[in-house]
């Protein structure tokens, strides 16, 4: 596929093979098509997925949390540096151009979340919502999987948190704003940019800046903990905005930040250097030659304690920038934990529980 066909409103450039694949197949432009399908859109496609759990575990020692749940795979806002892309070789797809429009959605979440915290051996720890793609990705204004999951954990009084790009989050404070008051919930909103022209063609269908930031103090008017997200740092080309994203946060002390470092895993470095050389090609080779130096001359360093950070004095210059501005925006408040003494299965859902024990 090249930049000549590719569909509009997309993140990412090409659309080669899955690397679990035995054939390799790249679409390219071989003269015939014309300007008339380099314009026609590629429509997205949802596919309902059948799984028998809807809570993954995992054991990663930099990631904050041990469970969490993702409503969908695949994700429609298009990012090009989304580290979920790989994933979607494991569909046998195309992390590229697949993975924003190919998606799949767990029709049944909310009821097997149910069954599972009703099991009798449970024991409640926050969840995460949207560790993997965005759980409020334009499907859900239809589809409402993730405001089943979050109705459901509302009703057991299960802590849980949630990060998104999305607006759409801000649909769902009638829910999170009770809870936020026991202590039940925080919410992050990640900001790559507030350059719309960068943000249309670096995240193409997700929330504009302003909407995301509007978001934002929807979410700490109804007093839910909210992060503000500065992820990923691209060095070279939105690391100078860092500091400005968060000052536009309004409610102080309502809001807290954190950043992630570029990462560029597996078939990532490919469709970002390919993005990077149409999108910003004045840039390119400066924008790798930073990145490589967090990464120790690599275009990715996979090392847990390293990977969301990075190393090297570029690394350490984003990391002494984000200490002095959280301390200047009064960012550094307190974080509350999550609260699981809450946690309660609702008399109803014991009692269908129960049903089903007998009918078995």
């Known amino acids: 596929m090249s930049s000549s066909t ?17 054939n390799r197949e790249e679409g390219f432009d071989d003269g015939w098509t014309g300007d008339d399908a380099a314009a026609a859109p590629l429509r997205t496609t949802l596919t309902p997925e059948r799984a028998r759990k809807i809570i993954t575990r995992n054991d990663s020692p930099d990631v904050g949390f041990d469970r969490s749940i993702n409503p969908y795979r695949g994700c429609e806002h298009g990012c090009i540096y989304c580290y979920a892309r790989p994933a979607h070789a494991w569909m046998g797809l195309s992390p590229g151009v697949d993975f924003e429009s190919k998606l ?3 029709p049944e979440s909310a009821r097997l979340l149910e069954q599972e ?13 949207g560790g993997n793609t965005d759980p409020y ?5 239809d ?11 509302s009703r057991f009084n299960h802590p849980f948190s949630i990060i998104t790009k999305s607006a759409l989050i801000a649909r769902d404070t009638d829910l999170m704003g009770p809870m936020a008051k026991k202590g039940l919930v925080s919410a992050a909103v990640s900001i790559t940019t507030l350059d719309r022209k960068l943000a249309r063609a670096m995240e193409p269908r997700a929330a504009t800046p302003a909407r995301r930031l509007e978001a934002i103090s929807r979410l700490a008017d109804a007093d839910v903990p909210v992060t503000v997200g500065f992820a990923p740092v691209i060095p070279g080309l939105n690391d100078h ?8 946060r309004k409610r102080p002390g309502r809001t807290g930040a954190m950043y992630v470092t570029l990462r560029l895993p597996l078939e990532i470095k490919d469709l970002f250097r390919e993005w990077l050389a149409e999108a910003r090609p004045d840039r390119a080779k400066r924008v790798m030659s930073l990145v490589r130096q967090t990464r120790g001359g690599r275009d990715y360093d996979p090392d847990w ?21 959280v301390k200047r925006y009064h960012l550094d408040g307190p974080r509350r934990m999550l609260d699981v003494s809450h946690f309660r299965v609702p008399p109803e859902a014991r009692s269908q529980l129960d049903l089903f024990d007998l009918a078995s």
């Open 6 to 22: 590719v569909p509009k409103g997309r993140g990412a450039r090409s659309n080669a093979s899955g690397r679990y694949e035995s």
């Open 104 to 106: 799949f959605f767990k």
């Open 117 to 129: 915290l009703c099991a009798r051996r449970y024991v409640c720890k926050p969840i995460h919502i």
């Open 137 to 141: 990705q334009p499907v859900e204004r």
């Open 143 to 153: 589809e409402r999987i993730t405001r089943g999951v979050v109705e459901v954990l």
């Open 241 to 248: 905005e860092m500091e400005r994203c968060w000052r536009r």
């Open 305 to 325: 304690g390293q990977r969301m950070k990075g190393t090297g004095p570029v690394a350490e210059l984003i990391a002494t920038r984000f200490r002095a501005a």
